[in-house]
């Protein structure tokens, strides 16, 4: 009996390969196959071939890979090969207030991912300003820190605000 397999689909390549890139830097940092699997929803048998023969899910459907990449915190721009967004400084003016906010709550990411079910992974590029976050993204977090994200968006404007206007003054001086 043969087993069918699919074609390869070199646009699902690379989204593949953003997932398994994901997945080894898990098992770098310490995370177990089983623990891997649990996440995904699969065996730790099929993460270990997965690694073993370095494939990813070729497999399994396209569905089956974005829910992967989302249960990670893979962004369609890593997982498409798009060109990442350059991060305004409003939003990285956000972040600092948000990665604030979460320590003075006494709490780490850790703590806001497991209330808030935002991936950890995705959790962490948006306190790094490095991920701008959706609104009900900002929305849960704001909500799990008792904060009004109202006050974190008006504090992050004022401050985007100043920066912008010492960049545009610097940018004056140089001409």
């Known amino acids: 009996m043969s087993m069918s ?3 390869f689909d070199k646009e699902a390549a690379h989204g593949w390969k953003a997932v398994m890139e994901r997945i080894k830097k898990l098992r770098t940092e310490g995370e177990t196959l089983e623990t891997i699997g649990k996440r995904l929803g699969v065996s730790k048998a099929a993460v270990s071939r997965w690694l073993s023969e370095n494939l990813g899910g070729e497999k399994n459907s396209f ?4 829910r992967y990449a989302k249960t990670l915190g893979i962004s369609s721009s890593e997982m ?3 060109e990442t967004q350059k991060i305004s400084q409003f939003n990285i003016q956000v ?3 948000l990665t604030e906010n979460i320590r003075l709550a006494g709490y780490s990411n850790k703590d806001i991912s497991n209330v808030t079910g935002i991936a950890p992974e995705r959790l962490d590029r948006i306190t790094a300003g490095q991920d701008s976050s959706t609104p009900e993204e900002l929305f849960i977090v704001c ?3 008792d904060l009004n994200p109202a006050i974190l968006l ?3 404007a004022e401050q985007a605000n100043i920066a912008l206007n010492s960049d545009t003054q610097q940018t004056k001086k140089s001409a």
């Open 95 to 97: 972040a600092h207030g």
């Open 143 to 145: 909500k799990s820190i």
């Open 154 to 156: 008006n504090k992050a």
């Open 80 to 82: 498409f090969g798009k």
């Open 5 to 7: 397999t699919k074609p």
């Open 63 to 66: 569905g089956d890979m974005v």
